[in-house]
């Protein structure tokens, strides 16, 4: 061929395995130039406009939107946990004041009982006790 037919291409050589070649060749390239070119071909293509970049850019929009998502719940979440620790604070205080309540009544129901003891004694005519008299 003459020289003027390849004045826009450049010349390029490189080894490839047989086993490539191979496959190469059952998909129909009978040329090593022809397999170079629509390869280089695909690979512009892929570089320049790829269908995968814009579906790669939505995973990761939806991805962040997701993840939004989750940050509000964890801050709802968190919020009712606090709430939550402050209600079981306050019905803690509750029921030790509860607990203190009772104590002074349990102190003196005892004390009135004794009262009405010793004085249902000293109706009947019970003497004190011996050890009492001091």
């Known amino acids: 061929m003459p020289q003027e037919d390849h004045k826009n291409m450049k010349k390029i050589q490189c080894w ?4 490539t070649w191979e496959k190469i ?3 129909g390239y009978s040329s090593p130039t022809i397999a170079v070119t629509k390869a280089f071909e695909s690979l512009l293509e892929d570089y320049t406009e790829s269908p995968k970049i814009p579906k790669l850019v939505d995973k990761i929009e ?3 939107n ?3 998502e989750f940050n509000i719940k ?6 009712e946990l606090h709430a939550t620790d402050e209600k079981i604070k306050e019905l803690n205080e509750y ?3 509860q607990f203190v309540y009772i104590q002074s009544l349990m102190l003196e129901n005892n004390s009135l009982n004794i009262k009405l003891l010793a004085e249902a004694h000293a109706e009947k005519g019970v003497k004190k006790v011996w050890w009492k008299l001091w």
Not at 16 to 19: N, S
Not at 74 to 79: A, H, P, R
């Open 62 to 64: 939806e991805q962040k």
């Open 95 to 97: 029921v030790n004041n």
């Open 16 to 19: 490839i395995p047989l086993t």
């Open 66 to 68: 997701r993840i939004d």
């Open 74 to 79: 964890v801050q709802t979440l968190y919020s």
């Open 25 to 27: 060749e059952s998909l």
